[in-house]
């Protein structure tokens, strides 16, 4: 079984930063792609950034591009999402997620965790 346990959200002002962390379980983890996704209240679920296998190749929405980043560590078996100069609109529970390695689509998710922009 795979388990994706999400870690550093909390409460910041608008413009500051914080590092999400996605520590997944397994010995396959350097295998799959992954993905980070949000959810605000009252909206549906978005992706936020992909990052490849090895992490040299990432996309990201269009609302955060150059204040996001995402990044992996295979030995550590954990994906990160940097964010920085936050805004109130970036507010909503962070998902972070493993792509399937055979369907266009994410077959495991962790809990989420919650990040809240003040203004």
């Known amino acids: 079984q795979v388990h994706l346990v999400e870690s550093g959200g909390g409460l910041v002002q608008a413009g500051g930063s914080l590092t999400l962390s996605c520590t997944v379980s397994?010995?396959?983890?350097?295998?799959?792609?992954m993905g980070w996704f949000r959810q605000a209240p009252g909206k549906e679920r978005d992706i936020v950034a992909t990052?490849?296998?090895?992490?040299?190749?990432?996309t990201y929405a269009d609302s955060v591009k150059g204040r996001f980043t995402i990044f992996r560590n295979n030995a550590k078996n954990t994906v990160y999402l940097q964010m920085n100069s936050l805004k109130p609109e970036d507010t909503a529970v962070y998902y972070c997620?493993?792509?399937?390695?055979?369907?266009?689509?994410?077959?495991?998710w962790g809990q989420g965790t919650q990040v809240t922009v003040s203004s």
């Open positions: 397994g010995r396959t983890f350097s295998s799959y792609a």
């Open positions: 997620a493993r792509r399937s390695a055979i369907a266009a689509s994410y077959d495991y």
């Open positions: 990052i490849n296998w090895s992490g040299d190749s990432t």
